[in-house]
Nanobody, 122 residues
């Protein structure tokens, strides 16, 4: 059983930065790919960044160049550093294990945590 706890969100002005953390309990952290998702009210959840077991990183176009995903296997933690934040980044951010359903589509397959709220506003 894996439990996820996201943290690090908050209220930030446009152009500001946040570092989100995802602490995952369990013993299978290092053998999974991990992703960060976000969901705004009334919108579909979207995958914004993911990192593979070999530490390859990928980003959605909406955050590319502004975000960095990383992992600390010894700490069972995935991070998302977000810079130059924009109001459209406002959402609840979640982490989860991900797998490639196709060459270009990665999907979550684990249980969801509570998420952490990111609000970007002046």
């Amino acid at each position: 059983q894996v439990q996820l706890r996201e943290s690090g969100g908050g209220l930030v002005q446009p152009g500001g930065s946040l570092r989100l953390s995802c602490a995952a309990s369990g013993s299978r952290f290092s053998i999974n790919h991990w992703g960060w998702f976000r969901q705004a009210p009334g919108k579909q959840r979207e995958l914004v960044a993911w990192i593979t077991i070999s530490d390859s990183t990928n980003y959605a176009d909406s955050v590319k160049g502004r975000c960095t995903i990383s992992r600390a296997n010894a700490e069972n933690t995935v991070y998302l550093q977000m810079n130059s934040l924009k109001p459209e980044d406002t959402a609840v951010y979640y982490c989860n294990t991900v797998r490639p359903a196709s060459a270009s589509r990665w999907v979550p397959f684990g249980s969801w945590g509570q998420g952490t709220q990111v609000t970007v506003s002046s």
